[in-house]
């Protein structure tokens, strides 16, 4: 995953910007990130939501 991902997920996280911000380039990069996170349990479905703008996908 490319440092520059992970820094506009960490801004997310800290209310610094929104996931509406991040370039199309990245968007992709900070939901796999953002999914990891709620997969180890470091972040909830709700949160998830509240971050990305998107429900969580569910496994199918």
């Not at 520059?4 to 910007?17: E, L, N, P």
């Not at 968007?27 to 953002?34: D, F, G, S």
Request: no cysteine; net charge neutral; hydrophobic share 45%.
């Amino acid at each position: 995953m490319s440092a520059i991902a992970k820094s506009y997920w960490r801004s997310i996280q800290r209310g610094v910007r929104a996931f509406a911000a991040v370039p199309a380039s990245q968007k992709e990069a900070v939901r796999v990130l953002a999914r990891a996170d709620v997969e180890t349990g470091l972040l909830d479905r709700a949160a998830y939501q509240d971050f990305i703008g998107e429900e969580y996908p569910e496994a199918g």
